[in-house]
């Protein structure tokens, strides 16, 4: 087994003298993958029903010859100018109603009959010639799956989704009136061709619409893949299919429905920061992306070398030297590769400032070497591949609660999905608890301690699978905005969180959001006199208070000052086992991870390596037979000495008690064996 290493690679932007560089190059710097054709439909199906395959043929031929395995991509995520101009119904319409153009990529709509039927026929046409193409490990149907539009196509296929939930007939209308609750301000619908996409409208939109118009393109876009997806097992069966799934600061796909669907989880991840928030935004996707894949390899299949372009950000560059540290951070948490986009920087087009494995400047640069020593690691980590990392630990993600809080719930607070859930994750993170992302109705049985941050929606399977894990021993950490509405997105009633008032033992009568940059302090227990509890002396809430009674829970801590002096603010309630906690504020950051280490002693976890100095990570892999490696990094700007024992893989050195890590020092020691 070996670990995947290189990136997208698009030689039809070159002339032929280059390829033969490339292959030299690749060599070179350990390359052993490349992810072929992901935008080069116009160059494989130059006129509709027309293929010219020569160039890929080619292309696949020489990779192999050289030794590198292909991801071989459908170019269905940018169709050529041709298909503009013979389907112009199939561009896309934004939510103001504007139709797009040819121009960039991702220009269609995926609801649009003529462009699936185009990008099926363009799926089993390759799957067709390459179905049993030695050199193709793996496909990769698409890119980044995630454009969605409000056409009259879009119009359709969205009441097409709404009949099947909620009945085609009559008493579907009705139950579709009921749920989006259309009494309000007169929005009843009296016949189905009146339901529209929620397009632009005058003011505050219709949060239930809003809601499944989300689920709607999740399930319209995972269809689209399906289909590409037979299409290419039905040619290839033995080859395993996957689609790179994005993993922005929105949400677009349920990534748990398309796991399913998946037969390896791949993901792209570009850094929201080059610092610290760099190493936390690397933790957060590798340890989704690894959830996402239940546990077992997934595959990082785009990073970028330096400059990255975020969306609607500020153009960002990696600094020199954070490129083995940061894959590090990716193959530490369970991915079996490390590929980037692109191998060769584009010397034209949309993307010809973004970087890539071999720049501009070309291989006698920094980024290349370190792309070189990079893939050099990569060959010396060789047996990790298939070994796998065990949370014990989890912070619930559901994108149902992350649509209808980010769309309409709550509005005007400061309260979004992805920070409360960043929030805690980021918390375990500092602990030195690895934790996986779970969904509240999945399997729960291996957890210890879970998470709920923002857990807004919650399904009635959802709670009782919440209360079936508090009461089995597990302690369940709730935060503020969670269990308000349940699957229909409608408030559960007779007071906060409706769905896990029993459970918390507390009822909340009222929210009391704060503004910007108003703090409000905390006191120990039920007020003045009480014995301390697990918060710090001047402990503060901010962003959200609430006023709640309690009903069966012990008080934590209450608000010291303030409208709500005297009302709790923390509690704890024990149940069956275990215990459920509620926190109704954002605790500041040493408060919060004070009460984290107090749920984590009763929950009976300790970090991954205890003692070890802030900054510095460490994550075990496992495998058959004892078999472990600890990653170690140190993202600190102070040595750090960590306890190991075994071979560091990267020196080849052995290690024997202890090992130092220089300030940005990395180590992957192969450990004793335990059972040895
Ligand atoms: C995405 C795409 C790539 C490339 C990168 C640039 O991840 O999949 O094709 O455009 O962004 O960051």
């Given at each position: 087994m070996s670990l995947w290493f290189g990136g997208d690679y698009n030689p039809e932007q070159w002339d032929e003298p280059v390829w033969a560089e490339d292959d030299a190059l690749m060599r070179a710097a350990g390359v052993n993958t490349a992810t072929v054709g992901v935008f080069s439909w116009a160059r494989l199906e130059p006129a509709e029903g027309e293929y010219d395959f020569g160039w890929l043929d080619g292309t696949l031929d020489r990779l192999a010859a050289n030794q590198v395995r292909v991801i071989l991509a459908t170019p269905t995520a940018s169709p050529p100018p041709w298909f503009t101009l013979a389907y112009p119904d199939a561009m896309p319409v934004t939510r103001d109603g504007v139709r797009l153009t040819h121009g960039s990529r991702d220009t269609y709509c995926a609801a649009a009959p003529s462009y699936r039927v185009a990008a099926r026929r363009m799926a089993a046409a390759l799957a067709a010639r390459y179905g049993q193409h030695p050199a193709v490990a793996l496909w990769h149907v698409h890119n980044e799956y995630g454009t969605v539009c409000w056409c009259e196509h879009a119009a359709l296929a969205f009441r097409s989704w709404l009949q099947k939930r909620y009945g085609a007939d009559a008493d579907g209308l009705a139950q579709l009136n009921e749920t989006w609750g259309t009494a309000c301000w007169g929005q009843c619908y009296s016949a189905w061709p009146q339901v529209q996409p929620p397009r632009a409208t005058q003011w505050r939109g219709n949060p239930g619409q809003l809601l499944d118009f989300r689920r709607f393109w999740s399930d319209e876009l995972l269809a689209a893949f399906c289909e590409q997806r037979d299409e290419i097992r039905a040619a290839a069966p033995r080859v395993p299919v996957t689609t790179n799934l994005m993993l922005p600061d929105y949400q677009v796909i349920d990534p748990w429905a398309w796991r399913r669907e998946m037969d390896v989880v791949a993901v792209d991840h570009y850094l929201s920061g080059t610092g610290a928030e760099g190493h936390a935004d690397i933790a957060f996707a590798a340890d989704r992306a690894r959830s996402w894949a239940g546990g077992r390899p997934w595959l990082l299949m785009e990073q970028a070398t330096r400059l990255v372009y975020p969306p609607g950000g500020r153009v960002l560059s990696r600094p020199p030297g954070r490129m083995l540290r940061d894959s590090l951070g990716y193959l530490a948490r369970g991915s079996d590769s490390v590929l980037f986009f692109q191998w060769r920087a584009s010397r034209a087009g949309a993307e010809m400032w973004h970087s890539a494995m071999?720049?501009?400047?070309?291989?006698?640069t920094a980024a290349f070497r370190e792309v070189a020593a990079l893939g050099a690691a990569m060959a010396r980590l060789g047996?990790?591949?298939g070994s796998t990392v065990t949370a014990r630990a989890a912070v619930l993600l559901d994108a149902d609660s992350w649509w209808a809080l980010d769309s309409q719930?709550?509005?005007?607070?400061?309260?979004?999905y992805l920070d409360a859930v960043r929030r805690d994750h980021a918390a375990l993170r500092r602990s030195g608890v690895v934790c996986d992302l779970a969904h509240p109705s999945g399997d729960l049985s291996g957890y210890r301690l879970l998470l709920a941050p923002a857990l807004y929606l919650l399904t009635g399977a959802g709670a009782q699978s919440l209360r079936r894990f508090a009461a089995d021993g597990g302690v369940l950490v709730v935060s503020f905005g969670s269990g308000l509405v349940d699957a229909a997105g409608q408030v559960q009633l007779g007071g906060y969180p409706g769905a896990l008032r029993d459970l918390l033992g507390i009822r909340v009568e009222e929210f009391f959001p704060l503004p910007d940059g108003e703090v409000v302090p905390l006191s120990p227990g039920a007020g003045p006199g009480s014995p301390p509890g697990p918060l710090p002396a001047g402990a503060r809430g901010a962003t959200w208070t609430e006023l709640m009674t309690v009903t069966g829970a012990e008080v934590l801590a209450s608000y010291?000052?303030?409208?709500?002096?005297?009302?709790?603010?923390v509690t704890r309630h024990g149940v069956g086992l275990g215990s459920a906690w509620y926190l109704s504020t954002e605790l500041d950051e040493a408060a919060h991870g004070q009460l984290i280490a107090a749920a984590l002693a009763a929950a009976g976890l300790t970090p991954e390596?205890?003692?070890?100095?802030?900054?510095v990570e460490a994550v075990r892999r496992r495998a058959a037979g004892g078999r472990s490696w600890l990653f170690l990094l140190n993202h600190a700007s102070e040595p750090a000495t960590v306890p190991a024992d075994g071979t560091e893989l990267l020196s080849g050195a052995q290690v024997a008690g202890s090992l130092e890590l220089p300030p940005g020092g990395v180590a992957v020691v192969r450990e004793q064996s335990r059972s040895s």
């Amino acid at each position: 087994m070996s670990l995947w290493f290189g990136g997208d690679y698009n030689p039809e932007q070159w002339d032929e003298p280059v390829w033969a560089e490339d292959d030299a190059l690749m060599r070179a710097a350990g390359v052993n993958t490349a992810t072929v054709g992901v935008f080069s439909w116009a160059r494989l199906e130059p006129a509709e029903g027309e293929y010219d395959f020569g160039w890929l043929d080619g292309t696949l031929d020489r990779l192999a010859a050289n030794q590198v395995r292909v991801i071989l991509a459908t170019p269905t995520a940018s169709p050529p100018p041709w298909f503009t101009l013979a389907y112009p119904d199939a561009m896309p319409v934004t939510r103001d109603g504007v139709r797009l153009t040819h121009g960039s990529r991702d220009t269609y709509c995926a609801a649009a009959p003529s462009y699936r039927v185009a990008a099926r026929r363009m799926a089993a046409a390759l799957a067709a010639r390459y179905g049993q193409h030695p050199a193709v490990a793996l496909w990769h149907v698409h890119n980044e799956y995630g454009t969605v539009c409000w056409c009259e196509h879009a119009a359709l296929a969205f009441r097409s989704w709404l009949q099947k939930r909620y009945g085609a007939d009559a008493d579907g209308l009705a139950q579709l009136n009921e749920t989006w609750g259309t009494a309000c301000w007169g929005q009843c619908y009296s016949a189905w061709p009146q339901v529209q996409p929620p397009r632009a409208t005058q003011w505050r939109g219709n949060p239930g619409q809003l809601l499944d118009f989300r689920r709607f393109w999740s399930d319209e876009l995972l269809a689209a893949f399906c289909e590409q997806r037979d299409e290419i097992r039905a040619a290839a069966p033995r080859v395993p299919v996957t689609t790179n799934l994005m993993l922005p600061d929105y949400q677009v796909i349920d990534p748990w429905a398309w796991r399913r669907e998946m037969d390896v989880v791949a993901v792209d991840h570009y850094l929201s920061g080059t610092g610290a928030e760099g190493h936390a935004d690397i933790a957060f996707a590798a340890d989704r992306a690894r959830s996402w894949a239940g546990g077992r390899p997934w595959l990082l299949m785009e990073q970028a070398t330096r400059l990255v372009y975020p969306p609607g950000g500020r153009v960002l560059s990696r600094p020199p030297g954070r490129m083995l540290r940061d894959s590090l951070g990716y193959l530490a948490r369970g991915s079996d590769s490390v590929l980037f986009f692109q191998w060769r920087a584009s010397r034209a087009g949309a993307e010809m400032w973004h970087s890539a494995m071999l720049p501009h400047a070309g291989p006698d640069t920094a980024a290349f070497r370190e792309v070189a020593a990079l893939g050099a690691a990569m060959a010396r980590l060789g047996e990790v591949a298939g070994s796998t990392v065990t949370a014990r630990a989890a912070v619930l993600l559901d994108a149902d609660s992350w649509w209808a809080l980010d769309s309409q719930g709550l509005r005007g607070a400061d309260l979004r999905y992805l920070d409360a859930v960043r929030r805690d994750h980021a918390a375990l993170r500092r602990s030195g608890v690895v934790c996986d992302l779970a969904h509240p109705s999945g399997d729960l049985s291996g957890y210890r301690l879970l998470l709920a941050p923002a857990l807004y929606l919650l399904t009635g399977a959802g709670a009782q699978s919440l209360r079936r894990f508090a009461a089995d021993g597990g302690v369940l950490v709730v935060s503020f905005g969670s269990g308000l509405v349940d699957a229909a997105g409608q408030v559960q009633l007779g007071g906060y969180p409706g769905a896990l008032r029993d459970l918390l033992g507390i009822r909340v009568e009222e929210f009391f959001p704060l503004p910007d940059g108003e703090v409000v302090p905390l006191s120990p227990g039920a007020g003045p006199g009480s014995p301390p509890g697990p918060l710090p002396a001047g402990a503060r809430g901010a962003t959200w208070t609430e006023l709640m009674t309690v009903t069966g829970a012990e008080v934590l801590a209450s608000y010291a000052a303030g409208p709500l002096a005297g009302y709790p603010a923390v509690t704890r309630h024990g149940v069956g086992l275990g215990s459920a906690w509620y926190l109704s504020t954002e605790l500041d950051e040493a408060a919060h991870g004070q009460l984290i280490a107090a749920a984590l002693a009763a929950a009976g976890l300790t970090p991954e390596v205890p003692g070890l100095p802030p900054g510095v990570e460490a994550v075990r892999r496992r495998a058959a037979g004892g078999r472990s490696w600890l990653f170690l990094l140190n993202h600190a700007s102070e040595p750090a000495t960590v306890p190991a024992d075994g071979t560091e893989l990267l020196s080849g050195a052995q290690v024997a008690g202890s090992l130092e890590l220089p300030p940005g020092g990395v180590a992957v020691v192969r450990e004793q064996s335990r059972s040895s």
